[in-house]
Nanobody
Framework: QVQLVESGGGLVQPGGSLRLSCAASGSISSYSMAWYRQAPGKQRELVARVLGGSSTNYADSVKGRFTISRDNAKNTIYLQMSSLQPEATGVYYC????????????????WGQGTQVTVSS
Protein backbone atom coordinates (compact mmCIF):
# COMPACT_ATOMS: atom_id res chain seq x y z
CA GLN A 1 0.00 0.00 0.00
CA VAL A 2 1.32 3.39 -1.03
CA GLN A 3 -0.16 6.70 0.04
CA LEU A 4 0.51 9.70 -2.15
CA VAL A 5 0.31 13.33 -1.06
CA GLU A 6 0.56 16.17 -3.56
CA SER A 7 1.66 19.70 -2.74
CA GLY A 8 2.78 22.87 -4.46
CA GLY A 9 -0.41 23.94 -6.17
CA GLY A 10 -1.74 27.47 -6.05
CA LEU A 11 -2.61 30.56 -8.02
CA VAL A 12 -0.14 31.71 -10.65
CA GLN A 13 -0.28 34.36 -13.35
CA PRO A 14 -0.11 33.41 -17.03
CA GLY A 15 3.49 32.87 -18.05
CA GLY A 16 4.48 31.87 -14.54
CA SER A 17 5.90 28.67 -13.11
CA LEU A 18 5.04 26.17 -10.39
CA ARG A 19 6.62 23.02 -9.08
CA LEU A 20 4.37 20.27 -7.81
CA SER A 21 5.58 17.55 -5.48
CA CYS A 22 4.16 14.14 -4.71
CA ALA A 23 5.45 12.41 -1.61
CA ALA A 24 4.88 8.69 -1.14
CA SER A 25 4.54 6.90 2.18
CA GLY A 26 6.88 4.14 1.03
CA SER A 27 9.44 3.27 -1.58
CA ILE A 28 8.54 4.24 -5.13
CA SER A 29 11.53 2.57 -6.76
CA SER A 30 9.45 -0.27 -8.18
CA TYR A 31 6.64 1.96 -9.43
CA SER A 32 6.00 3.94 -12.55
CA MET A 33 4.63 7.33 -11.59
CA ALA A 34 2.51 9.92 -13.32
CA TRP A 35 0.83 13.29 -13.10
CA TYR A 36 -2.71 13.80 -14.33
CA ARG A 37 -4.82 16.91 -14.68
CA GLN A 38 -8.58 17.34 -14.45
CA ALA A 39 -9.78 20.66 -15.76
CA PRO A 40 -13.21 21.96 -14.72
CA GLY A 41 -15.92 20.06 -16.56
CA LYS A 42 -13.46 17.79 -18.34
CA GLN A 43 -12.17 14.27 -17.98
CA ARG A 44 -8.93 13.58 -16.23
CA GLU A 45 -5.98 13.45 -18.63
CA LEU A 46 -2.45 12.13 -18.39
CA VAL A 47 0.06 14.98 -18.32
CA ALA A 48 3.36 13.17 -17.81
CA ARG A 49 4.72 9.77 -16.86
CA VAL A 50 8.07 8.67 -15.47
CA LEU A 51 8.99 5.02 -15.51
CA GLY A 52 11.21 3.14 -13.08
CA GLY A 53 14.30 3.77 -15.19
CA SER A 54 13.44 7.47 -15.31
CA SER A 55 12.36 7.50 -18.94
CA THR A 56 9.58 10.03 -19.42
CA ASN A 57 6.52 10.67 -21.58
CA TYR A 58 4.50 13.85 -21.95
CA ALA A 59 1.18 14.94 -23.35
CA ASP A 60 1.70 16.95 -26.53
CA SER A 61 0.12 19.98 -24.88
CA VAL A 62 2.89 20.24 -22.26
CA LYS A 63 5.99 19.09 -24.12
CA GLY A 64 8.84 21.52 -23.73
CA ARG A 65 7.17 23.35 -20.83
CA PHE A 66 6.64 20.67 -18.15
CA THR A 67 9.26 18.36 -16.70
CA ILE A 68 8.53 15.30 -14.61
CA SER A 69 11.24 13.84 -12.41
CA ARG A 70 11.65 11.39 -9.58
CA ASP A 71 13.86 11.13 -6.53
CA ASN A 72 13.67 7.57 -5.31
CA ALA A 73 15.79 8.37 -2.26
CA LYS A 74 13.11 10.82 -1.11
CA ASN A 75 10.18 8.75 -2.41
CA THR A 76 9.01 11.84 -4.25
CA ILE A 77 8.20 12.88 -7.77
CA TYR A 78 7.96 16.38 -9.14
CA LEU A 79 6.31 18.27 -11.95
CA GLN A 80 8.05 21.48 -12.94
CA MET A 81 5.63 23.60 -14.93
CA SER A 82 6.63 26.71 -16.82
CA SER A 83 5.04 29.15 -19.26
CA LEU A 84 1.71 28.34 -17.67
CA GLN A 85 -1.46 29.38 -19.45
CA PRO A 86 -5.08 29.43 -18.22
CA GLU A 87 -5.80 26.09 -19.90
CA ALA A 88 -3.43 24.47 -17.40
CA THR A 89 -5.94 25.20 -14.64
CA GLY A 90 -7.23 22.14 -12.87
CA VAL A 91 -6.66 19.62 -10.14
CA TYR A 92 -3.38 17.79 -10.53
CA TYR A 93 -3.20 14.21 -9.31
CA CYS A 94 -0.22 11.99 -8.69
CA UNK A 95 -0.51 8.27 -9.37
CA UNK A 96 1.58 5.14 -9.06
CA UNK A 97 1.43 1.68 -10.50
CA UNK A 98 3.80 -1.22 -10.90
CA UNK A 99 2.57 -1.66 -14.49
CA UNK A 100 3.35 1.39 -16.66
CA UNK A 101 0.63 0.63 -19.20
CA UNK A 102 -2.07 1.10 -16.57
CA UNK A 103 -1.01 4.71 -16.20
CA UNK A 104 -1.85 5.21 -19.89
CA UNK A 105 -5.33 3.83 -19.26
CA UNK A 106 -6.12 5.95 -16.21
CA UNK A 107 -6.17 2.72 -14.19
CA UNK A 108 -3.40 3.40 -11.69
CA UNK A 109 -3.50 1.43 -8.46
CA UNK A 110 -2.63 4.36 -6.19
CA TRP A 111 -3.81 7.96 -6.35
CA GLY A 112 -3.26 11.10 -4.37
CA GLN A 113 -6.00 13.51 -3.37
CA GLY A 114 -4.92 16.19 -5.82
CA THR A 115 -3.67 19.74 -5.66
CA GLN A 116 -5.38 22.71 -7.29
CA VAL A 117 -3.52 24.78 -9.87
CA THR A 118 -5.14 27.98 -11.07
CA VAL A 119 -3.61 30.07 -13.82
CA SER A 120 -5.23 33.47 -13.91
CA SER A 121 -4.41 37.14 -13.95
Amino acid sequence: QVQLVESGGGLVQPGGSLRLSCAASGSISSYSMAWYRQAPGKQRELVARVLGGSSTNYADSVKGRFTISRDNAKNTIYLQMSSLQPEATGVYYCAADSQPFRLLRDEAEYWGQGTQVTVSS
